[in-house]
């Protein structure tokens, strides 16, 4: 009567132990990955958003990656009009440097899935590079587009939540406004900033 008893027990153990593996590997391969995707989403959504009101962003976006950075688009356009081929040609030399840059600034995040992430959408847009240089010089300038404004939405999202797209000016004694009065303790300089109390 023991011994049956004992089996049942050590049965019921399998059967519990198997029951909870398989609940922990329910939870490794569903969960997280849900929580990731959702994570991801939240995170592009942010980088997307937080940008929307900084000076600094727009002027980066629109003075560097498009005027300076399209240097060659505007030089291209300036000597040959609006040419199918040598305005696709010049979309195709500039669209996949931005690509790689936005590339290796989401391969720099901490958080694997925003590399991952990177990693996808450039090897997407270096496709998009090959479709464009197999095409014809017409299908070429549309191709050519597509991959630059894809570019550009990409560098947005690569660098949509930088420290530099802040435009707060600190308040503390190592930076800020110069015609402020510096805020002063009974021991020295502030270099804390403002207490919120």
Not at 109 to 121: A, E, N
């Amino acid at each position: 009567m023991a011994g049956k008893r004992v089996q049942r027990f050590r049965l019921w153990v399998v059967e519990a132990n198997r029951t909870t593996w398989r609940s922990e590997l329910n939870y490794i391969l569903m969960d997280k990955h849900a929580q990731s995707l959702q994570a991801l989403g939240n995170d592009l959504e942010n980088r997307f958003r937080y940008p929307q009101q900084s000076f600094t962003f727009y002027a980066q976006l629109f003075v560097t990656v498009i005027g300076c950075g399209g240097a060659g688009i505007w030089w291209t356009i300036h000597v040959d009009g609006l040419h199918a081929g040598s305005l696709a040609a010049a979309l195709l030399t500039y669209f996949p440097a931005l690509v790689a840059a936005s590339t290796i600034d989401f391969i720099q995040d901490k958080k694997i899935y925003l590399r991952m992430f990177g990693v996808t959408v450039g090897i997407v847009l270096a496709a998009l590079f090959l479709i464009a240089v197999t095409r014809s010089p017409g299908w070429q300038l549309w191709w050519a587009l597509m991959g630059t404004i894809f570019s550009i939405l990409f560098w947005w999202l690569a660098n949509g939540e930088k420290d530099w797209v802040k435009d707060n000016i600190p308040t503390t004694s190592t930076g800020g406004d110069v015609n402020q009065q510096l805020p002063r303790t009974e021991t020295g300089w502030n270099t804390e900033g403002p207490k919120n109390e």
